[in-house]
């Protein structure tokens, strides 16, 4: 029998298909939605988790953006009634920087802002305490400690609590550093 040369392959092969060309689209969808959602993701972690544990952590009271209208009123009241802020400065305050072997020093000068009936009366009366808490807090801070990012703000917030614990109530709002020199 002649063979059959109209069919050049043998019948028990299969017939070769072009593979699919799928991907495109499907295939980087995970990737895309993941470049998406990392970001708000980040965010909504640090709004809602970390920052309110710093603040915490700090003492730090809710900021403004976070006081709600009824909150905001009351707050408004009590301003109103302690609308009488007063301003003490406390001049040259010299301490060692921790870890330098008394080589290195810090120089700052304050300005407390705080409301209260007797305030200016309540910081002269314990002067000499706020002067030694107030370099205490100072005295340990090392150099590194000083050059971070937001060092001041932190020194701040210890001042406050501190000045705060001492006067006894609430009544100091705010520290401004007038002069902070490291030499």
């Not at 069919?7 to 991907?23: L, Q, R």
């Not at 915490?56 to 900021?63: E, F, N, R, T, V």
């Not at 801070?141 to 050059?147: G, N, Q, S």
Request: aromatic residues 6%.
């Amino acid at each position: 029998m002649p063979e059959d040369r109209t069919n050049p392959e043998p019948a028990d092969k299969a017939v070769a298909t072009p593979a699919p060309t799928g991907g495109g689209f499907k295939a980087w969808l995970p990737l895309i939605i993941s470049i998406l959602l990392m970001p708000a993701i980040a965010f909504g972690v640090t709004q809602f988790v970390l920052l309110p544990q710093l603040q915490k952590g700090l003492g730090i009271k809710a900021s403004a953006g976070d006081v709600s209208a009824e909150d905001g009123k009351a707050k408004a009241k009590k301003d109103g009634a302690d609308a009488k802020r007063e301003s003490v400065v406390m001049n040259k305050l010299l301490v060692n920087v921790a870890g330098t072997q008394g080589a290195r020093y810090l120089l700052c000068s304050l300005s407390v802002v705080g409301s209260g009936t007797n305030f200016k009366a309540a910081m002269e009366e314990h002067n000499a305490q706020l002067i030694d808490m107030a370099s205490n807090t100072l005295n340990v801070k090392t150099l590194a400690d000083l050059e971070k990012p937001g060092a001041r703000n932190l020194i701040r917030t210890e001042l406050i609590n501190g000045f705060n614990n001492i006067l006894g109530d609430d009544v100091v709002k705010e520290i401004y550093f007038t002069e902070f020199a490291i030499q």
